[in-house]
């Protein structure tokens, strides 16, 4: 999970993911972001980017939360719709995840 910060992804995550490279070889992804109006989407294009570079595969789905309505600032009660992105973007991970079980082995 990811917030926007200035249009992109915070420094200490960016920092987090490069320092542990190898790990990250032939991994998949899904990502889960939240912010105001872009609600962190902006942020997720730039990690795309960044996990390319990683050799991670990422899906297409993801979960997108409102800091206003998902988040209300304080209590984390996301709209219940959010469970069908939820589910969806688990469900490619997993398969993505086994599909790439042999290039880790």
Known sequence: MTAEY???IPGALKNAIDF????????????VSYGGAALGTRAVEQLRLVMAEL???????????????????????????QENYVNSTLDQVIAWGNALKTLRT
Not at 20 to 31: D, I, Q, S
Not at 57 to 75: C, E, G, I, K, P
């Open 6 to 8: 200035n249009h992109g």
């Open 20 to 31: 542990l490279f190898k790990e990250w070889n032939n991994k998949v992804a899904g990502f």
């Open 55 to 81: 050799q991670v595969a990422t899906v297409r789905n993801q979960v997108s939360l409102s800091l206003f309505t998902d988040l209300n600032f304080t209590v984390f009660k996301p709209a219940q719709f």
